[in-house]
């Protein structure tokens, strides 16, 4: 097993520090590979981090993003698909996004097709800026085929070793696709034919800033697992709602149509949705209209204090 090394990691937007143990061959990977993908080669890179609940992969997976992208605050880790989507459209070149617990609450198979969904979707984007992308997920099998053999870099699976947390193994690209064409079968990775020798260990670190960020970030994590399993969202709904934002943001880029006027289109149509709804969904896709044009805002408070528009309403 590799040595560790004490990297140390500036944010050139703050000047904090932050420094914990890296794998020797990881680190020396991520420099190799990493930056030269993003900055040479003008691709995005895309990798899976999975393991069991509490082995401790999404502390590796930020380590990891803190490195390539010491940018990487807590703004950029999200835990949902519209807050992927939001982080995609508003990251800069070359910046990391670490899709946190990406599938949970999605038992379903046809729940887990329509995240797989949202991910393809949003590869185009991902590609263009060059983005660094680190998925978290229970397990890499839940990826559809595209998603997991073509577009993963590679795969790092987190494991426990005599009741201890902090192992991982790395899955290069040809090794990667094999373990999913046959361990998917019965979800396993201890296969004769798919072995890996890039292993190694890493500490519990938290590396995106003090204990008051661990414990936001903390409590940002868990409100996002409660409202996933209290209210989970079924197939249908995961499908509908992605169409629904889509249409909507074509709505507004194509026609240039304001918020208000959207707004209003809708109710000729009997579908009801304020303005805020409207622009929240639009932000997701990198709308920045409101920095530019007040006309929206105006009319949309307009329209609130409007009392002819009550009237019409009562009636």
Same mark, same amino acid.
């Given at each position: 097993?590799?040595?560790? +090394?004490?990297?140390?990691?500036?944010?050139?937007?703050?000047?904090?520090?932050?420094?914990?143990?890296?794998?020797? !061959?990881?680190?020396?990977?991520?420099? !190799?590979? =990493?930056k030269d993908v993003l900055e040479k080669k003008d691709k995005d890179l895309f990798i899976a981090v999975d393991g069991a609940e509490g082995s401790g992969k999404s502390t590796l997976a930020l380590q990891i993003g803190k490195y390539v992208d010491p940018t990487l605050d807590l703004k950029r880790v999200v835990f949902d698909a519209d807050s992927f989507r939001e982080a995609i459209f508003k990251a800069k070149k070359n910046q990391c996004i670490v899709f946190d617990e990406a599938f949970n609450g999605l038992s379903s198979r046809a729940s887990l097709s329509a995240m797989n969904?949202?991910?393809?979707?949003l590869m185009m984007q991902m590609r263009q800026k060059n983005l660094?992308?680190?998925?978290?997920?229970?397990?890499?099998?839940?990826?559809? !085929?595209?998603? =997991?053999?073509? !577009?993963?870099?590679?795969?790092?699976h987190v494991y426990e070793s005599g009741g201890r947390r902090g192992y991982f193994r790395v899955y290069n690209e040809r090794l990667k696709k094999a373990l999913y064409l046959i361990g998917k079968k019965d979800y396993s990775y201890n296969h004769k034919s798919v072995r890996t020798r890039f292993y190694g260990r890493f500490y519990g670190k938290f590396a995106l800033g003090d204990e008051k960020e661990e414990l936001t970030y903390r409590?940002?994590?868990?409100? =996002?697992l409660e409202s996933t399993s209290q209210d989970p969202m079924?197939?249908? +709904?995961i499908k509908y709602k992605e169409q629904r934002d889509i249409v909507l943001w074509r709505l507004r880029k194509e026609m240039k149509m304001t918020y208000q006027h959207m707004q209003e289109y809708l109710e000729e149509y009997g579908l009801s949705m304020n303005y805020s709804q409207i622009r929240n969904i639009c932000v997701k896709f990198g709308d920045k209209a409101d920095e530019k044009n007040k006309k929206d805002i105006k009319l949309a408070e307009n329209s609130e204090n409007d009392p002819k528009k009550d009237k019409k309403d009562k009636k």
């Open positions: 097993m590799a040595p560790t +090394q004490l990297v140390t990691i500036k944010n050139p937007k703050t000047g904090k520090t932050v420094e914990y143990a890296m794998d020797t !061959r990881l680190k020396d990977n991520l420099d !190799r590979v =990493a969904r949202v991910l393809v979707g660094f992308i680190i998925i978290v997920l229970p397990t890499f099998f839940m990826l559809e !085929r595209y998603a =997991a053999i073509f !577009r993963t870099k590679s795969l790092i409590k940002i994590k868990m409100k =996002a079924t197939a249908g +709904q």
